[in-house]
């Protein structure tokens, strides 16, 4: 059953507890999203704040409560309907000991070299085809990309899977500030009808999101819209 994903997401009061820890890292979060809303969420380093998306692309799942995707939950849906539905920006962008095509072709397997390079293009990335174009190896034994470049193919990649939900882990930490403005509008732009969560610690692009929330020790402690925090 492979429905057209819509993209609500609803989270009823979660918690998650690592296994080798005692404190619930994630404590009776609740979030509602439908289609094309857009929240930041915000909070100290070590709040919870990644452990509650790789919640909802069901990496674990929570000991307490309950996430849904388009009002069914997680445990129901197939793994691949949900690699479908869901893009991650994550922290860490992973760079495969591979070609450069190799690694745009996971987000896109049935995507063209046009289309890849074209990504690359958008995120500033172009230099990387000097050369060998899409055959550039990146990392060992190829060439080595910088934190910037890193996180850059992590949102050609998104641009790429162009799924209609978009989680992003701080998907600017690192960039100058004005190729964070550049990425951020692409992203944003790219994510007009799409459902965005959005987690950072800088107060750049806040104005753009429906819901703004404060995370504190795996609780939400506050919930407002831009104008009021
Ligand atoms: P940051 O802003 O630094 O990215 P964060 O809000 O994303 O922080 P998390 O990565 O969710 O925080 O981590 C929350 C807490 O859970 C931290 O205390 C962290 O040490 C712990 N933690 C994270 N991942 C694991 C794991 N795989 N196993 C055990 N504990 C973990
Ligand atoms: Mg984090």
Redesign the pocket.
């Known amino acids: 059953h492979q429905a057209v994903v819509h993209g609500d997401i609803s989270i009823d009061n979660i918690s998650y507890t690592?296994h080798?820890?005692e404190q619930p890292?994630v404590s009776n979060v609740s979030i509602k999203l439908k289609k094309g809303e857009k929240l930041a969420l915000l909070?100290?380093?070590?709040?919870?704040?990644?452990?509650?998306l790789q919640l909802i692309t069901r990496n674990w799942d929570p000991q307490q409560g309950q996430i849904s995707i388009d009002g069914v939950a997680l445990p129901s849906w197939h793994e691949t309907s949900l690699r479908t539905a869901i893009t991650v920006v994550s922290?860490r962008v992973d760079v495969f000991n591979g070609s450069l095509r190799e690694n745009l072709v996971l987000a896109k397997p049935e995507g063209t070299d046009e289309e890849f390079k074209a990504s690359l293009v958008r995120v500033g990335l172009e230099t990387l085809l000097e050369d060998k174009g899409l055959d550039t190896w990146l990392g060992e034994g190829g060439r080595q990309i910088s934190g910037g470049e890193r996180r850059r193919l992590g949102i050609a990649r998104a641009l790429l899977h162009n799924a209609p939900i978009l989680l992003l882990?701080?998907p600017t930490e690192g960039l100058d500030r004005r190729t964070e403005q550049q990425i951020l509008s692409l992203l944003l732009e790219h994510a007009k009808d799409k459902t965005v969560l959005f987690?950072t610690?800088r107060l750049v692009g806040l104005e753009q999101m429906d819901h703004i929330c404060l995370?504190d020790e795996g609780e939400i402690i506050e919930r407002g819209q831009h104008q009021e925090l």
């Open positions: 690592y080798d820890s890292v909070g100290r380093t070590g709040c919870g704040k990644s452990t509650l922290q882990d701080e987690i610690h995370m």
